[in-house]
């Protein structure tokens, strides 16, 4: 639960800073999200719920 709230606050970061700094239009935005919550609603959820947790621990496995 808490790496998909502190996912969730990442990614509205960066949609953020696009629409500032890249010219990312607020429709754009609204779209993108729609996408991914129509997205979450499909079969392919787990796979995609799979490859982030994946991802992160590869990523917090990374020792500096």
Known sequence: ??????GVVLL???VVLF???DGLKGTHAVVCGLFG???A???IAPS???GGA????L???IKF
């Open 48 to 50: 995609i719920k799979a």
């Open 59 to 61: 990523l917090g496995g």
């Open 41 to 43: 609603s499909t079969a």
């Open 12 to 14: 509205g970061i960066i």
């Open 54 to 57: 994946s991802l992160a621990s």
């Open 37 to 39: 919550f129509y997205l």
């Open 19 to 21: 629409c500032r700094k």
């Open 1 to 6: 639960m808490i790496l998909s709230i502190s």
